[in-house]
């Protein structure tokens, strides 16, 4: 019951029929309106105020929240695992891949930089399984996975590992996004060997480099034209110089 009232009065507020700073219904009206009692109210009224959605006052209204301001990554997750809810964003699986592909790009230069050597060999130990679980593109899947996983975890940054774990969770859009659509990036198998070598080798530049190419490869264009624009510049530049 606090699931439904929970889910109904989150896609009003995501779909502009509660703006922000407008009053909900009092608890009262809410538990008549879905017929349900006023604990299960409560609950889906708690779970609202985790996500940023509405600011619960005892015993006063509680007032919406602007979502662009006030929520975290949890409601994308909220919003990816009901088939049919989504955030009011056209462009919420593309936006996940590219905060991805900024992630695992520093990641890479970090874990290159400062990365222990049992890091490093944990690296080249999974490219290893993903080079042996190709071309089955779902194994590929799970492999990158864990591939990127021992990367970011070699980075060191905290903040870093829990938005990777929020963006491959299978309730968020890059865990929804099928291996088919990465076929690029999983079947480079020797661009993953690269990476790894130059994580190993300690070339943070390199490495932060590589990683992008291989997270924007399944991109649209436009991003992977700007990488590229941006690195045939940098190569034109070096050529002059």
């Not at 703006?19 to 017929?35: H, I, Q, V, W, Y």
């Not at 940023?52 to 015993?59: A, P, T, Y």
């Amino acid at each position: 019951m606090s699931d439904h009232v929970f889910a109904q009065v989150r896609d009003a507020i995501l779909s502009g029929a509660y703006l922000p700073d407008a009053s909900l219904p009092s608890e009262r009206e809410l538990a008549a309106t879905f017929e349900v009692n006023r604990h299960a109210v409560r609950e889906a009224l708690r779970r609202l105020q985790q996500l940023g959605l509405v600011k619960v006052s005892q015993g006063g209204a509680t007032r919406v929240l602007d979502w662009r301001l006030h929520a975290g990554l949890d409601l994308a997750m909220s919003t990816a695992i009901s088939a049919g809810d989504a955030l009011p964003v056209g462009t919420l699986v593309r936006d996940m891949m590219e905060m991805r592909a900024c992630i695992g790009a520093d990641s890479a230069r970090l874990c290159a930089l400062r990365g222990t050597a049992a890091a490093k060999e944990q690296i080249a130990a999974r490219v290893d399984d993903l080079a042996a679980a190709a071309p089955d593109l779902d194994r590929m899947g799970e492999a990158n996975v864990a591939l990127w996983r021992a990367v970011v975890t070699g980075s060191g940054n905290t903040a870093y590992l829990l938005a990777f774990n929020s963006l491959v969770s299978g309730a968020l859009a890059v865990g929804h996004v099928p291996p088919r659509l990465r076929t690029a990036e999983l079947l480079d198998v020797a661009g993953h060997r690269l990476l790894s070598d130059h994580i190993a080798g300690g070339a943070g530049d390199l490495a932060e480099a590589q990683a992008r190419a291989l997270l924007t490869a399944s991109l649209p264009a436009p991003l992977s034209a700007r990488t590229g624009s941006s690195a045939a510049r940098k190569d034109s530049s070096t050529t002059r110089s």
